[in-house]
């Protein structure tokens, strides 16, 4: 589309005006080429007619709002001046937002205000984001940068401009400060806190206050960061470019010089800076020109101390800092000087001069010789030396060029010095360079520094301009759209002009060799020499000055002292006195050979430099400058640039204030104006064919959209609506727009829409002014009613009437009055009467309490008493013993030495053949009792092998049975089958008899109408009862059903009771006797339940006969006629039942084969229990083995003591009774079993004919019918003895349940007997081993080498034995090699830390304190060991975070504390550990178990941080609520490394609930605790939150009305998540509140004062910054919304300036929450935990 046909009616002008720079003016008529003027309406309501010269002189149209405040600047549909300048205004002033782009550069407006966007939070948040993901920022440049370094390994540089006071030292210093951020060393070094310290070094000797800016920068700078092949800062290198030296000697009006000289003066009191004798800053020459000497909210003082700080982090050593300040020192003492003018031609300093002595103390020269040579110069002849002095005004010249050479010298020693300090020994791998240089200047009076600025400024323009076009190129390039050649500004003449041979800088440094050259002889051979080139230009009214014609605007340029600025001369003599100095500093300045403190770079020019034709002039300072800068731009060449283009927005530096003139001017000025027009020419405007689709799809046609291919259908849409196909090229992933084309798309757009709008108002408002009418015809029709009733009441009503009312009224009142007083009374009487009784009942609870508590604590002080008695005994016993053991030493001892003098050794050897005989006795006795029990265990195993063959019969029985029972089932079914097939077949031929009937009783209807309604009256109501009776049928069905279930579960809890006895005794038998009572009791029940049934049937199929039997032909016609319409609803009731039966067929059928599966289970279980029994034969037998053992070791002594050892034959008798009674148990529950199968078949059999029965009386049913009138009276009847029927069957259930508790209560009892008994046998062990040790004891004298084993009377259930040298092979098979998937860890949560607690129970009980210490030391560090070696396994940390806290559980459970043993049963407190306290291994353990937890978070969040903001922001859960606006925004081609990768993985809300599930299922299948599951969820929300809102915070694009509605359902499906795994308690929504705030806060309205309030009293979890910053991000996506007021945003941030709390603007995404491990006591049993083979830990004994 032509540009010209878009200037039509309601569009939008930019006009230029003297004020503004551009205004804003409304089209009033559409312009048609040839117009002499263009209709517009000013803003302010003004009609104005612009006159319209040419096609070429229209105005420049204005974007539409719904593109204003773009990112990007290059984005806008229309690229020209006012577009870029009302974008800027937009985004700074209402959106106070301080950086844009325009393509590759970066905008930065000075907001002259501190803003909470340099954060670490923010640095965190651009870190590792892609160019344009979120709004433009210095920091993204700086991660731009850094990121393709990275991945290119090219060196990058980032290029800072603008004035005086538009920031750019403090964007250079925040670049900086990202690269030490997100590179930081892993070494000691601390490398990046160098590089940053190295700002307020170069800001306080090169910074100084100016007129534009409290801190500008006097000098250009460029930092190479250097990094390492990981990409760490390692060192840094700085150059310096064109240090204002003339500031050292003078100052402006308002102006200061360098920081570091006022610094100093603050800190003159200081007693490191009392040597130097330095005043007030007011006192010196060189430091009050400028006036005023303080700045506004600046300490001096502070700021020296920062500077030496940093000089000391820097290395620079406190001997080199006060040469500094001595030099510094010197220079401002050597502006006192005073020189007086002796004559005309003459001048001197007094001797006594006392800042000159002070000047020459500090800097080691002669006072004499500065003196003079100050005042005169030596003039070197051919034949002799003259000296000649000098007039005042040059010996002051002399003065003030010593003191800039000094400063000079001093700022170059510091740059190397510091150089020096960031540079490491390591090898450089890349660097990043950050170039701070001044931008383009022009003032009223330009100098040689301003020539040198804008020199600088065209070389830079001239590499931009190339670089531009590079990556124009590459973008074209890539999306195979040809690339033609566009015209743009090439400043390349006025580079010639200036640096080529026969320039400026050559004529210049030609006129500086001749000793009277002057300005006025150098202006005059610029005229002569370049006065035809043209872009230099000779003033009309002035002879001393020259005007270039820069890229930006035109200079003029003064020539006054050029030529000495460019020599910088000293004096000879200065500069030998200075070398005669015995102050080292001064003396290394003026060396002849002076090192290069600057280190070349070694790169390859991108063309080759001018060489200067002369040697001698490369010591000039144009020279200098001019070699620095090919230097630089070699660099620049050689790196990928960056650009910052600082802006200046006003003069008085007032906060967010727009002056459009200014900011036009540095537009211009730094090449921003100069992209933009280069974007223009070509193809500015970039969308890719999704956003296109997703914004345009309302232009498309149903056939269209209907294409599958989204490419496509967006070329055809496309060449529909712009005919011109050099408007748009289409590239492979883009399509690229002329100027204008994207706002004309808009422009339909908005058509479009406000079509549809008008469409929908039309409909809407028919439809209200409808409803309105009707709702008034409504009105009046109920009006007219009323008023005609009144006229009728009139005419009728008459005033006996009204008496009459009147006094029924009255009546009503007093009867009314007396029935409710009365109903009152009633209900009082019945409340003090119902409260009488409460009250009693509560007294009598409340003593009935208070009498318990008593004999409570009654009975708490007799058993804590006996307990405290028995310990007492116990104790006694033991101290007896030891006394026994001690005294019968002593004595052993006596006897000992009496022997040795009375006895000889035939005694002795007389004793000893007796002992020896004595021991061959007793040997044989042993022996005749180890041929008893090997007797004794031959058969035990000969019942062990009956038992198993009588085991596999049963199993081989059963399966019989099972087979046989599966095969009727299915026989049973095909029955049920057939037997449906026949009743469907007989329904239908009743059916069609029925219809039959129908049309036969059709001719006889009006006969039997009156009778037949009555009749079908009394039907209805017996219909109804049979629905009744029906209903009570299913419900007995479902009590039947109920029941079944029960028994089910009875028969569980019996195999596990089962399971718990046969670890003692064999009592199956017994429990199948009661089994089979039970099952009788339950046939029994079935049958009473069938005959009941049969009867129901019976009854029914009589009243069903009945009804269709007794009533008349006539009125059964009358009755059909009637009911034709209801058939189908009466077919239905009919077949309900029918239903209803097949229904409980199949569930009666699956129960059946439940049954059948769970007794086959128990079945399996009772052939593992019975291998189990065998085990623990085999185990009795090793018992028996060892106490054979023990006897042989008693010998002969054991005979003395068989009166008390006579007890064991009692007790082995009661372990076989035991044993036997076992047996016992273990045949009746076998019987019980299959009584159990055999019932359970029988059921089956006995349904399977009630179903067959039910068939038959469900077809006489129809029949019998016409009965129903007569036994109408007999089924009440027979209901309520039905009713007394169910209440015996409960009655017998209630037995039934009973007998089992009964059952339960008596295995108990057998169980705890049994234990009993193994506790008696447990004494007497203890008993035989201690008279043992006594006996050994009396043995000594025959066996000394023997040891008594002492055996405590301890407890040994719940333990697990080990050996220490199978210590390593424990920690390895428990925790180095156990996987987590195992089926026994999974099915027994904690059994791990269970297991080791066992065997850290064991080492407490034998009271070893160092095999204790050496487990818990191996248990931690393989822990360590495990999670250290998987890092990154969610599943291993999610098991041993489980476990871990588990055992921290058992080890407060069991330590014996009262807080933690009041939730233990009392066997467990039994298990409590005696000897040790482990609060120790506790603590580490808890510190432990936080590491895991970390490391478990970290592992969480790592996996879920990418989806957040693709997942929660970027993707719409809302169908068909596109709240996403796309912006045309041009990446750089190597900001993305691969496109489609981006592209590929597109994340929704749903992914991140598929990943919460994966971690909630992965926890809870550890068995993690659901507190502890709780806190990490909560901290997974915080993480999508915090990320989230910093997102948002971070992203213009995502502030809208619509996207705060998706963001709102998916916080909205996470609370669903949250409850559905019931974690609503763990505080996780709390986390959510501030994002769910902010998705409000985008929704509401935001224009009246009562929204303002509204959103300060809602969004309270939001900081101050957090509110302002979203309302001004705040982005329309259509026209149809509006943006924000500037007005409305202050008012809000006036009600929140009293808010208190933090003012950061950025969540902190890494804030962790403290986690706690709160105590859960277990209810697993230790003694009952068994070892499981797969864990191969045999080698482990229970005990």
Same mark, same amino acid.
Request: hydrophobic share 35%.
């Given at each position: 589309?032509?540009?010209?046909?878009?200037?039509?009616?309601?569009?939008?002008?930019?006009?230029?005006?003297?004020?503004?720079?551009?205004?804003?003016?409304e089209?009033?008529?559409?312009?048609?080429?040839?117009?002499?003027?263009?209709?517009?309406?000013?803003?302010?309501?003004?009609?104005?007619?612009?006159?319209?010269?040419?096609?070429?002189?229209?105005?420049?149209?204005r974007?539409?709002?719904?593109?204003?405040?773009?990112?990007?600047?290059?984005?806008?549909?229309?690229?020209?001046?006012? #577009?870029?300048?009302?974008?800027?205004?937009?985004?700074?002033?209402?959106?106070?937002?301080?950086?844009?782009?325009?393509?590759?550069?970066?905008v930065?407006?000075?907001?002259?205000?501190?803003?909470?966007?340099?954060?670490?939070?923010?640095?965190?948040?651009?870190?590792?984001?892609?160019?344009?993901?979120?709004?433009?920022?210095?920091?993204?440049?700086?991660?731009?940068?850094?990121?393709?370094?990275?991945?290119?390994?090219?060196?990058?540089?980032?290029?800072?401009?603008?004035?005086?006071?538009?920031?750019?030292?403090?964007?250079?210093?925040?670049?900086?400060?990202?690269?030490?951020?997100?590179?930081?060393?892993?070494?000691?070094?601390?490398?990046?806190?160098?590089?940053?310290?190295?700002?307020?070094?170069?800001?306080?000797?090169?910074?100084?206050?100016?007129?534009r800016?409290?801190?500008?920068?006097?000098?250009?700078?460029?930092?190479?960061?250097?990094?390492?092949?990981?990409?760490?800062?390692?060192?840094?290198?700085?150059r310096?470019?064109?240090?204002?030296?003339s500031?050292?000697?003078?100052?402006?009006?308002?102006?200061?010089?360098?920081?570091?000289?006022?610094?100093?003066?603050?800190?003159?009191?200081?007693?490191e800076?009392?040597?130097l004798?330095?005043l007030?800053?007011?006192?010196?020459?060189?430091?009050?020109?400028?006036g005023?000497?303080?700045?506004?909210?600046?300490?001096?003082?502070?700021d020296?101390?920062?500077?030496?700080?940093?000089?000391?982090?820097?290395?620079?050593k406190?001997?080199?800092?006060?040469?500094?300040?001595?030099?510094?020192?010197?220079?401002?003492?050597?502006?006192?000087?005073?020189?007086?003018?002796?004559?005309?031609?003459?001048?001197s300093?007094?001797?006594?001069?006392?800042?000159?002595?002070?000047?020459?103390?500090?800097?080691?020269?002669?006072?004499?010789?500065?003196?003079?040579?100050?005042?005169?110069?030596?003039?070197?002849?051919?034949?002799?030396?003259?000296?000649?002095?000098?007039p005042?005004?040059?010996?002051?010249?002399a003065?003030?060029?010593?003191?800039?050479?000094?400063?000079?010298?001093?700022?170059?020693?510091?740059?190397?010095?510091?150089?020096?300090?960031?540079?490491?020994?390591?090898?450089?791998?890349?660097?990043?360079?950050?170039?701070?240089?001044?931008?383009?200047?022009?003032?009223?009076?330009n100098?040689?520094?301003q020539?040198?600025?804008?020199?600088?400024?065209?070389?830079?323009?001239?590499?931009?301009?190339?670089?531009?076009?590079?990556?124009?190129?590459?973008?074209?390039?890539?999306?195979?759209?040809?690339?033609t050649?566009?015209?743009?500004?090439?400043?390349?003449?006025?580079?010639?002009?200036?640096e #080529?041979?026969?320039?400026?800088?050559?004529?210049?440094?030609?006129?500086?060799?001749?000793?009277q050259?002057?300005?006025k002889?150098w202006?005059?051979?610029?005229?002569?020499?370049?006065?035809?080139?043209?872009?230099?230009?000779?003033?009309?009214?002035?002879?001393?000055?020259?005007?270039?014609?820069?890229?930006?605007?035109?200079?003029?340029?003064?020539?006054?002292?050029?030529?000495?600025?460019?020599?910088?001369?000293?004096?000879?003599?200065?500069?030998?006195?200075?070398?005669?100095?015995?102050?080292?500093?001064?003396?290394?300045?003026?060396?002849?050979?002076?090192?290069?403190?600057?280190?070349?770079?070694?790169?390859?020019?991108?063309?080759?430099?001018?060489?200067?034709?002369?040697?001698?002039?490369?010591?000039?300072?144009?020279?200098?400058?001019?070699?620095?800068?090919?230097?630089?731009?070699?660099?620049?060449?050689?790196?990928?640039?960056?650009?910052?283009?600082?802006?200046?927005?006003?003069?008085?530096?007032?906060p967010?204030?727009?002056?459009?003139?200014?900011?036009?001017?540095?537009?211009?000025?730094?090449?921003?104006?100069e992209?933009?027009?280069?974007?223009?020419?070509?193809?500015?405007?970039?969308?890719?064919?999704?956003?296109?689709?997703?914004?345009?799809?309302?232009?498309?046609?149903?056939?269209?959209?209907?294409?599958?291919?989204?490419?496509?259908?967006?070329?055809?849409?496309?060449?529909?609506?712009?005919?011109?196909?050099?408007?748009?090229?289409?590239?492979?992933?883009?399509?690229?727009?002329?100027?204008?084309?994207?706002?004309?798309?808009?422009?339909?757009?908005?058509?479009?829409?406000?079509? #549809?709008?008008?469409?929908?108002?039309?409909?809407?408002?028919?439809?209200?002014?409808?409803?309105?009418?009707?709702?008034?015809?409504?009105?009046?029709?109920?009006?007219?009613?009323?008023i005609?009733?009144?006229?009728?009441?009139?005419?009728?009503?008459?005033?006996?009437?009204?008496?009459?009312?009147?006094?029924?009224?009255v009546?009503?009142?007093?009867?009314?009055?007396y029935?409710?007083?009365?109903?009152?009374?009633l209900?009082?009487?019945?409340?003090?009467?119902?409260?009488?009784?409460v009250?009693?009942w509560?007294?009598r609870?409340?003593?009935k309490?208070?009498?318990?508590?008593?004999k409570?604590?009654?009975?708490?002080?007799?058993?804590?008493?006996?307990?405290?008695?028995?310990?007492?005994?116990?104790?006694?016993?033991?101290?007896?013993?030891?006394?026994?053991?001690?005294r019968?030493?002593?004595?052993?001892?006596?006897?000992?030495?009496q022997?040795?003098?009375?006895?000889?050794?035939?005694?002795?050897?007389?004793?000893?053949?007796?002992t020896?005989?004595?021991?061959?006795?007793?040997?044989?006795?042993l022996?005749?009792?180890?041929?008893?029990?090997?007797?004794?265990?031959a058969?035990?195993?000969?019942?062990?092998k009956?038992?198993?063959?009588?085991?596999?019969?049963?199993?081989?029985?059963?399966?019989?049975?099972?087979?046989?029972?599966?095969?009727?089932?299915?026989?049973?079914?095909?029955?049920?089958?057939?037997?449906?097939?026949?009743?469907t077949?007989?329904?239908?031929?009743?059916k069609?008899?029925?219809?039959?009937?129908l049309?036969?009783?059709?001719?006889?209807?009006?006969?039997?109408?009156?009778?037949?309604?009555?009749?079908?009256?009394?039907?209805?109501?017996?219909?109804?009862?049979?629905?009744?009776?029906?209903?009570?049928?299913?419900?007995?069905?479902l009590?039947?059903?109920?029941?079944?279930?029960?028994?089910?579960?009875?028969?569980?809890?019996?195999?596990e009771?089962?399971?718990?006895l046969?670890?003692?005794?064999?009592?199956?038998?017994?429990?199948?006797?009661?089994?089979?009572?039970?099952?009788?009791?339950?046939?029994?029940?079935?049958?009473?339940?069938?005959?009941?049934?049969?009867?129901?049937?019976?009854?029914?199929?009589?009243?069903?006969?009945?009804?269709?039997?007794?009533?008349?032909?006539?009125?059964?016609?009358?009755?059909?006629?009637?009911?034709?319409?209801?058939?189908s609803?009466?077919?239905?009731?009919?077949?309900?039942?029918?239903?209803?039966?097949?229904?409980?067929?199949?569930?009666?059928?699956?129960?059946?084969?439940?049954?059948?599966?769970?007794?086959?289970?128990?079945?399996?279980?009772?052939?593992?229990?019975?291998?189990?029994?065998?085990?623990?034969?085999?185990?009795?037998?090793?018992?028996?083995?060892?106490?054979?053992?023990?006897?042989?070791?008693i010998?002969?002594?054991?005979?003395?003591?068989?009166?008390?050892?006579?007890?064991?034959?009692?007790?082995?008798q009661?372990?076989?009774?035991?044993?036997?009674?076992?047996?016992?148990?273990?045949?009746?529950?076998?019987?019980?079993?299959?009584?159990?199968?055999?019932?359970?078949l029988?059921?089956?059999?006995?349904?399977?004919?009630?179903?067959?029965?039910e068939?038959?009386?469900?077809?006489?049913?129809?029949?019998?019918?016409?009965e129903?009138?007569?036994?109408r009276?007999?089924?009440?009847?027979?209901?309520?003895?039905?009713e007394?029927?169910?209440?015996?069957?409960?009655?017998?259930?209630?037995?039934?349940?009973?007998?089992?508790n009964?059952?339960?209560?008596?295995?108990?009892?057998?169980?705890?007997?049994?234990?009993?008994?193994?506790?008696?046998?447990?004494?007497?062990?203890?008993?035989?081993?201690?008279?043992?040790d006594?006996?050994?004891?009396?043995?000594a004298?025959?066996k000394?080498?023997?040891?008594?084993?002492?055996?405590?009377?301890?407890?040994?259930?719940?333990?697990l034995?080990?050996?220490?040298?199978?210590?390593?092979?424990?920690?390895?098979?428990?925790?180095?090699?156990?996987?987590?998937?195992?089926?026994?860890?999974?099915?027994?949560?904690?059994?791990?830390?269970n297991?080791?607690?066992?065997?850290?129970?064991?080492?407490?009980?034998?009271?070893?304190?160092n095999?204790?210490k050496?487990?818990?030391?191996?248990?931690?560090?393989a822990?360590?060991?495990?999670?250290?070696?998987?890092?990154?396994?969610?599943?291993?940390?999610?098991?041993?975070?489980?476990?871990?806290?588990?055992?921290l559980?058992?080890?407060?459970?069991?330590?014996?504390?009262?807080?933690?043993?009041?939730?233990?049963?009392?066997?467990?407190?039994?298990?409590?550990?005696?000897?040790?306290?482990?609060?120790?291994?506790r603590?580490?353990?808890?510190d432990?178990?936080?590491r895991?937890?970390?490391?478990?978070?970290?592992?969480?969040?790592?996996?879920l941080?990418?989806?957040?903001?693709?997942?929660?922001?970027?993707?719409?859960?809302?169908?068909?609520?596109?709240?996403?606006?796309?912006?045309?925004f041009?990446?750089?081609?190597?900001?993305?490394?691969?496109?489609?990768?981006?592209?590929?993985?597109?994340?929704?809300?749903?992914?991140?609930?598929?990943?919460?599930?994966?971690?909630?299922?992965?926890?809870?299948?550890?068995?993690?605790?659901?507190?502890?599951?709780?806190?990490?969820?909560?901290?997974?929300?915080?993480?999508?939150?915090?990320?989230?809102?910093?997102?948002?915070?971070?992203?213009?694009?995502?502030?809208?009305?619509?996207?705060?509605?998706?963001?709102?359902?998916?916080?909205?499906?996470?609370?669903?998540?949250?409850?559905?795994?019931?974690?609503?308690?763990?505080?996780?929504?709390?986390?959510?509140?501030?994002?769910?705030?902010?998705?409000?806060?985008?929704?509401?309205?935001?224009?009246t004062?009562?929204?303002?309030?509204?959103?300060?009293?809602?969004?309270?979890?939001?900081?101050?910054?957090?509110?302002?910053?979203?309302?001004?991000s705040?982005?329309?996506?259509?026209?149809?919304?509006?943006?924000?007021?500037?007005?409305?945003?202050?008012?809000?941030?006036?009600?929140?300036?009293?808010?208190?709390?933090?003012?950061?603007?950025?969540?902190?995404?890494?804030?962790?929450?403290?986690?706690?491990?709160?105590?859960?006591?277990?209810?697993?049993?230790?003694?009952?935990?068994?070892v499981?083979?797969?864990?191969?830990?045999?080698?482990?004994?229970?005990?």
């Amino acid at each position: 589309m032509a540009l010209q046909e878009l200037y039509t009616k309601y569009n939008r002008v930019w006009i230029p005006d003297s004020e503004q720079v551009w205004k804003s003016a409304e089209i009033l008529k559409d312009f048609s080429p040839g117009d002499p003027t263009l209709h517009l309406q000013l803003e302010d309501g003004t009609v104005l007619q612009y006159p319209v010269e040419g096609p070429g002189q229209l105005p420049h149209l204005r974007n539409p709002d719904i593109l204003v405040g773009e990112n990007d600047l290059t984005a806008l549909s229309y690229l020209h001046e006012p #577009a870029v300048l009302h974008n800027l205004r937009v985004r700074f002033v209402d959106s106070r937002i301080i950086y844009t782009y325009c393509g590759i550069i970066l905008v930065a407006v000075n907001p002259y205000k501190q803003l909470p966007i340099y954060g670490d939070g923010v640095i965190h948040a651009y870190s590792g984001q892609n160019m344009g993901d979120l709004d433009p920022h210095i920091f993204a440049v700086a991660e731009e940068a850094y990121k393709q370094m990275a991945r290119n390994n090219q060196n990058q540089s980032i290029i800072v401009s603008g004035e005086s006071g538009a920031g750019k030292t403090v964007s250079a210093r925040y670049a900086m400060r990202y690269f030490a951020m997100v590179s930081k060393s892993s070494s000691n070094k601390r490398v990046e806190d160098k590089v940053l310290a190295s700002n307020p070094i170069t800001e306080a000797i090169g910074n100084a206050k100016t007129t534009r800016n409290d801190n500008s920068s006097r000098f250009g700078k460029y930092t190479e960061i250097s990094f390492d092949r990981r990409y760490q800062i390692i060192g840094a290198n700085m150059r310096t470019y064109l240090l204002e030296k003339s500031r050292v000697v003078f100052q402006s009006e308002n102006e200061r010089n360098y920081h570091v000289f006022y610094q100093m003066c603050a800190c003159a009191d200081q007693p490191e800076f009392k040597s130097l004798r330095l005043l007030s800053a007011d006192k010196f020459n060189y430091t009050c020109m400028g006036g005023d000497t303080e700045i506004q909210g600046v300490d001096d003082c502070a700021d020296m101390a920062e500077t030496r700080r940093t000089f000391s982090l820097l290395g620079l050593k406190e001997d080199f800092q006060s040469d500094v300040f001595k030099m510094l020192a010197g220079i401002l003492h050597l502006g006192n000087v005073v020189i007086k003018a002796v004559g005309s031609d003459q001048s001197s300093i007094s001797s006594s001069d006392s800042h000159l002595v002070v000047f020459c103390d500090l800097l080691g020269v002669r006072g004499e010789e500065m003196s003079r040579w100050l005042c005169h110069r030596r003039i070197v002849l051919a034949s002799e030396t003259v000296v000649k002095p000098q007039p005042k005004e040059r010996a002051i010249n002399a003065r003030d060029a010593l003191a800039k050479h000094l400063y000079a010298y001093l700022f170059d020693c510091v740059i190397l010095r510091i150089n020096q300090a960031l540079r490491v020994p390591g090898k450089q791998h890349s660097f990043i360079g950050v170039l701070d240089i001044y931008g383009f200047e022009t003032f009223d009076v330009n100098s040689f520094e301003q020539f040198c600025i804008n020199y600088a400024n065209e070389k830079l323009q001239q590499q931009f301009n190339l670089h531009v076009f590079k990556l124009e190129q590459e973008e074209y390039m890539k999306e195979d759209i040809p690339w033609t050649l566009i015209d743009f500004y090439d400043n390349q003449p006025v580079i010639d002009l200036i640096e #080529a041979k026969m320039g400026i800088l050559d004529l210049l440094d030609e006129e500086c060799l001749f000793p009277q050259g002057t300005d006025k002889n150098w202006l005059q051979k610029l005229y002569n020499y370049l006065g035809s080139k043209p872009h230099f230009e000779k003033p009309r009214l002035s002879n001393e000055a020259f005007v270039i014609q820069h890229f930006a605007d035109k200079v003029q340029y003064q020539c006054r002292g050029f030529l000495e600025k460019n020599r910088d001369t000293l004096y000879e003599e200065l500069v030998d006195v200075m070398r005669a100095s015995k102050f080292p500093l001064l003396t290394d300045f003026f060396t002849e050979e002076e090192n290069n403190a600057v280190t070349k770079v070694k790169v390859k020019a991108a063309r080759p430099g001018v060489k200067p034709a002369n040697k001698q002039l490369r010591s000039t300072v144009g020279d200098k400058f001019r070699s620095s800068l090919y230097l630089l731009m070699e660099t620049l060449n050689a790196t990928t640039p960056h650009y910052v283009r600082c802006i200046k927005p006003n003069e008085e530096k007032l906060p967010f204030e727009y002056d459009s003139k200014r900011v036009v001017q540095q537009l211009r000025a730094c090449g921003v104006l100069e992209t933009v027009h280069i974007s223009a020419q070509s193809y500015p405007s970039r969308w890719t064919y999704i956003e296109f689709y997703s914004r345009y799809s309302i232009l498309m046609s149903q056939a269209e959209l209907r294409a599958g291919d989204k490419k496509q259908i967006c070329r055809t849409v496309l060449q529909r609506l712009i005919h011109d196909s050099n408007q748009y090229k289409f590239g492979r992933t883009k399509i690229f727009f002329r100027a204008g084309q994207v706002a004309y798309l808009e422009k339909l757009r908005l058509d479009r829409l406000r079509t #549809a709008c008008i469409i929908i108002q039309k409909h809407l408002r028919g439809w209200s002014q409808r409803r309105r009418y009707l709702r008034l015809r409504q009105a009046a029709i109920i009006i007219q009613e009323y008023i005609r009733g009144k006229r009728q009441i009139k005419r009728t009503v008459t005033a006996a009437a009204l008496k009459q009312g009147w006094a029924a009224v009255v009546i009503q009142r007093h009867c009314r009055g007396y029935l409710v007083r009365r109903l009152y009374q009633l209900l009082r009487v019945a409340a003090i009467t119902i409260q009488a009784y409460v009250r009693g009942w509560m007294a009598r609870k409340r003593y009935k309490k208070m009498m318990e508590e008593h004999k409570a604590l009654v009975l708490q002080k007799y058993a804590r008493a006996w307990l405290v008695r028995r310990r007492f005994q116990t104790m006694r016993r033991l101290v007896l013993n030891v006394q026994l053991s001690y005294r019968v030493q002593q004595l052993r001892k006596k006897i000992e030495e009496q022997n040795k003098e009375n006895r000889g050794l035939v005694e002795r050897l007389t004793s000893l053949a007796n002992t020896h005989a004595q021991s061959l006795d007793r040997i044989q006795a042993l022996e005749a009792e180890l041929s008893k029990s090997t007797k004794e265990k031959a058969s035990v195993e000969e019942r062990e092998k009956k038992n198993k063959e009588d085991t596999s019969q049963v199993i081989t029985q059963l399966q019989g049975e099972r087979d046989k029972a599966r095969q009727e089932n299915q026989a049973l079914q095909q029955k049920l089958k057939d037997s449906i097939q026949q009743m469907t077949d007989n329904f239908d031929g009743l059916k069609k008899k029925l219809v039959e009937d129908l049309e036969r009783e059709e001719r006889l209807r009006k006969v039997a109408e009156h009778s037949g309604e009555l009749q079908r009256e009394d039907l209805e109501k017996e219909i109804l009862a049979l629905k009744e009776e029906n209903r009570r049928m299913r419900e007995e069905k479902l009590q039947l059903q109920t029941q079944a279930s029960e028994d089910t579960q009875i028969n569980k809890e019996l195999q596990e009771q089962l399971s718990q006895l046969t670890k003692h005794v064999k009592v199956i038998p017994e429990l199948r006797k009661e089994i089979n009572i039970l099952q009788t009791e339950k046939d029994e029940a079935n049958r009473k339940k069938k005959e009941h049934i049969q009867q129901t049937r019976e009854k029914m199929n009589l009243i069903t006969r009945q009804l269709l039997g007794e009533t008349k032909e006539e009125e059964l016609i009358l009755r059909m006629k009637k009911e034709a319409a209801e058939n189908s609803e009466n077919e239905g009731d009919l077949l309900f039942a029918f239903d209803g039966l097949q229904t409980a067929t199949r569930v009666v059928e699956t129960q059946l084969k439940e049954q059948r599966e769970s007794y086959e289970s128990q079945m399996e279980a009772l052939v593992f229990k019975n291998d189990h029994l065998a085990r623990e034969n085999q185990q009795l037998q090793a018992l028996f083995q060892e106490k054979s053992d023990v006897n042989q070791s008693i010998g002969q002594e054991v005979a003395r003591l068989t009166a008390e050892n006579m007890v064991i034959p009692d007790l082995k008798q009661q372990v076989a009774e035991s044993q036997r009674h076992r047996q016992e148990l273990e045949t009746q529950l076998k019987e019980q079993n299959t009584e159990m199968t055999e019932k359970i078949l029988k059921v089956s059999s006995e349904l399977q004919n009630k179903l067959e029965k039910e068939r038959s009386q469900r077809q006489l049913l129809e029949e019998r019918n016409r009965e129903s009138t007569i036994e109408r009276e007999e089924i009440q009847g027979r209901l309520e003895e039905l009713e007394e029927e169910m209440e015996q069957l409960k009655r017998l259930h209630q037995t039934e349940n009973e007998t089992k508790n009964k059952l339960r209560q008596e295995t108990s009892r057998l169980t705890a007997e049994n234990m009993d008994f193994e506790e008696q046998i447990d004494m007497k062990d203890r008993t035989i081993k201690r008279l043992q040790d006594q006996i050994k004891a009396l043995q000594a004298p025959v066996k000394v080498n023997q040891k008594a084993a002492q055996v405590l009377p301890k407890e040994y259930l719940g333990m697990l034995e080990y050996k220490k040298e199978d210590e390593d092979k424990l920690v390895r098979m428990l925790i180095r090699e156990l996987k987590p998937r195992g089926v026994v860890v999974n099915m027994i949560p904690g059994l791990a830390a269970n297991l080791l607690f066992m065997c850290v129970r064991h080492s407490d009980y034998l009271n070893d304190g160092n095999k204790l210490k050496s487990l818990m030391h191996a248990i931690i560090t393989a822990i360590k060991q495990v999670i250290t070696d998987h890092q990154e396994n969610f599943e291993i940390l999610s098991f041993w975070l489980s476990n871990t806290y588990y055992l921290l559980n058992c080890f407060k459970q069991y330590s014996g504390e009262e807080e933690f043993m009041k939730h233990n049963t009392p066997r467990q407190n039994k298990n409590c550990l005696q000897n040790f306290d482990l609060s120790e291994h506790r603590q580490i353990l808890s510190d432990l178990a936080i590491r895991i937890y970390h490391q478990f978070i970290n592992i969480m969040e790592d996996t879920l941080f990418p989806m957040i903001v693709p997942a929660m922001l970027e993707h719409e859960s809302l169908q068909g609520i596109s709240s996403m606006k796309p912006t045309g925004f041009r990446k750089r081609s190597n900001s993305l490394l691969e496109e489609g990768r981006s592209e590929g993985q597109a994340y929704s809300v749903s992914s991140i609930l598929q990943l919460m599930n994966s971690f909630h299922n992965a926890m809870a299948q550890q068995g993690m605790e659901l507190q502890l599951q709780g806190q990490a969820i909560r901290q997974l929300f915080y993480l999508i939150g915090a990320t989230s809102l910093n997102s948002i915070l971070l992203r213009k694009d995502l502030c809208s009305c619509r996207k705060g509605m998706q963001i709102r359902c998916n916080i909205s499906y996470l609370e669903e998540w949250l409850r559905e795994k019931g974690l609503q308690g763990c505080s996780a929504m709390e986390t959510l509140g501030p994002l769910s705030q902010a998705a409000w806060l985008l929704q509401v309205n935001k224009t009246t004062d009562e929204d303002a309030a509204e959103i300060r009293q809602q969004c309270r979890e939001l900081s101050a910054v957090q509110i302002v910053k979203i309302l001004n991000s705040y982005t329309p996506i259509d026209d149809f919304e509006k943006r924000v007021a500037p007005s409305f945003v202050r008012k809000v941030q006036g009600l929140l300036q009293e808010r208190e709390g933090s003012n950061q603007l950025m969540m902190d995404a890494q804030y962790r929450f403290q986690v706690t491990f709160p105590f859960c006591p277990s209810t697993q049993a230790l003694e009952l935990l068994q070892v499981p083979s797969s864990l191969h830990l045999g080698f482990l004994t229970r005990i």
